[in-house]
DNA sequence: CTTACTGCAAAGGATTTGCAGTTAA
DNA sequence: TTAACTGCAAATCCTTTGCAGTAAG
């Protein structure tokens, strides 16, 4: 994987540093979204000097790529994860803020539909359900 | 409308300000959405005195009170329009902004599934087409 | 070597909060 | 009368930017 995006980065004139190395296997390792500030948080631990910046210049520039996808949540928090955008979905926990993925087909339709009705040539969409996990559920979270 | 509203609001124990009722009317009046600091704009125009912090206060108690929705936009911007969430969805102009509503069915069965498969229990979803409106498309606009 | 990248600190923009005065009910 | 509401300014929070030094290629 890294040795894909690096060719990747490569091929777009980008360098490959320690830090960009370091947050692109955060998020890697993680499997879930994390918050810019998470992404430096988990970094600092192997990377301690690595500054608050540099991570966001990187999520941009891996978001840019296509290397990493961000999710516009509610709250107004901004969340990465490996992968492309459009590929699947969202189901959000309201009360624990964990993200899950799902794919669904059947958007293809809906989406000529609203190109025919609408006039727009579209480009993507989101789709997110928000709703209560299983644990925070039966938990004592609120 | 407003009097439907100024019953929701005393209802819930708010009361019934000539600023409450101005950014509402603003907000009706525009038919789209409107973000804040628009919103802050234009009842400037009728009311110069009215702060940045009670259009953002205010619009906290209409968004709570379900009397308008915020839309989650890409690029961060919350805006806001008349009526509840989760009866239309949303088709973003990524070259002008704008918003077009559109409704649709069968997200009910896709909910069903996710809760099934899930476990969660959903509570709403976001489903937004971004793309580009025919002016964007035939203009000159990038 | 060259120039993209980094860390730091300062700047920016959006939203929230504290407070004393105001006003709806 | 009185508690919710307002405007203002300051405070916060998140993100971006300027800059001089560093390092990838």
Known sequence: MLDRVSGTLRQ??????PQRKAVLET??????????SEVYERVRRKHPSIGLATVYRTL???KSLGVICEILAAGDVR???????????HLICSGCGRVTDFITRGLEELQQRLELESGFAIEGHVLEFIGRCPDCRSGSMG
Chains 1, 2 share one sequence.
């Not at 777009?12 to 540093?17: A, E, L």
């Not at 998020?27 to 810019?36: K, S």
């Open 79 to 89: 969340t990465y994860t490996l992968g492309a955008p459009d590929h699947h979905h």
């Open 12 to 17: 777009h004139g980008y360098r490959i540093t």
């Open 60 to 62: 941009d520039v891996l």
């Open 27 to 36: 998020i890697a390792r993680a499997g879930g979204y994390l918050a810019p």
